[in-house]
């Protein structure tokens, strides 16, 4: 729960316009690769209380990243193919567990070993994208715009006895 914590910290903290520039002034490139390695050194050595450490260096880590787009990784997280990864980030999140997770006995056999997994998930987590979620989600968009625009007259509470909706 302290990784929420510590996101939420993060968010409310940058949501002041003076406290966020000068978190974008003192996360320079080098401050930035300097939270990276305490959080690989944290993930590598386990150290006591690690998952407290990570918890704090997520946030920080992401908000550098968010503030200071002109570095390389913002520039690298902008090209065509982390883009293409960001939109596929649902599906991936939903079905990486039968592709990652390991089973014994495996109910996917080979598809769960590396690379077979990855290109598993990947071409699954793209057709759920494509064949599911994109025509879900334009539904909604469809749904809620024509709601938007036809206005349904409520009539008036004739009792005392009116609902509250």
Same mark, same amino acid.
């Given at each position: ?5 510590? !996101?939420?910290?993060? &968010?409310?903290?940058? =949501?002041?316009?003076? *406290?966020? &520039? ?24 386990? @150290? ?18 968010? $503030? *200071? @787009?002109?570095?390389?990784?913002? *520039?690298?997280?902008?090209? *065509? ?7 596929? =980030? ?11 997770? @390991?089973?014994?006995? =495996?109910?996917? !056999? ?9 290109? !598993? ?17 334009? $539904? !909604?968009?469809?749904? =809620? ?7 349904? @007259? ?7 006895? &009116?609902?509250?909706?």
């Amino acid at each position: 729960m302290d990784a929420l914590l510590w !996101g939420c910290f993060v &968010a409310i903290a940058l =949501s002041d316009p003076e *406290r966020r &520039a000068r978190y974008r002034e003192a996360v320079t490139p080098f401050v930035w690769c300097v939270l990276v390695a305490l959080y690989v050194g944290c993930v590598a050595m386990r @150290p006591p209380l690690a998952m407290a450490f990570e918890a704090v260096l997520i946030p920080l880590i992401l908000a550098g990243t968010v $503030l *200071r @787009p002109e570095m390389f990784i913002g *520039r690298l997280l902008e090209t *065509r193919v982390f883009r293409w990864v960001g939109r596929l =980030s649902y599906s991936l999140y939903l079905w990486q567990t039968p592709f990652m997770a @390991p089973t014994v006995p =495996s109910p996917l !056999g080979s598809l769960q070993l590396f690379p077979l997994n990855v290109i !598993g998930l990947i071409a699954t987590a793209a057709a759920s994208y494509y064949v599911i979620e994109r025509p879900m989600i334009a $539904l !909604g968009r469809r749904l =809620s715009s024509d709601r938007a625009m036809v206005a349904v @007259p409520m009539p008036l509470a004739a009792s005392s006895e &009116a609902t509250l909706f």
